[in-house]
Nanobody
């Protein structure tokens, strides 16, 4: 059974930082392209950052320069380090795994940026 479990969300102050984690099980993790998506209330889900099996990264314009995605294949985890948080970063953050025609999603973790 495939599982993607996100953690690390919560309440953060504007200007602060947060580190999200996603732990995968039931997949051949090292072959998968992994990504973080987010969905704010009333908005479509959008890709935030992705990392390929060979560790190439892509970031959305909204987080580029203040976020870092990384992966640990031995632990079957990915991480998203976000800096200089703003209220616009408030959303549910989802972990995503893709390999060929196979796509898996986590349940999401809420991130709220507010003073």
């Amino acid at each position: 059974q495939v599982q993607l479990v996100e953690s690390g969300g919560g309440l953060a102050q504007p200007g602060g930082s947060l580190r999200l984690s996603c732990t995968a099980s039931g997949i051949s993790f090292r072959f998968y392209k992994m990504a973080w998506y987010r969905q704010a209330p009333g908005k479509q889900r959008e890709m935030v950052a992705q990392i390929t099996a060979d560790r190439r990264t892509v970031y959305s314009d909204s987080v580029k320069g203040r976020s870092t995605i990384s992966r640990d294949n031995s632990e079957k985890k990915i991480f998203l380090q976000m800096e200089r948080l703003a209220p616009e970063d408030t959303a549910v953050y989802y972990c995503n795994a893709v390999l060929e025609s196979r796509t898996h999603w986590g349940q999401g973790t809420q991130v709220t940026v507010s003073s």
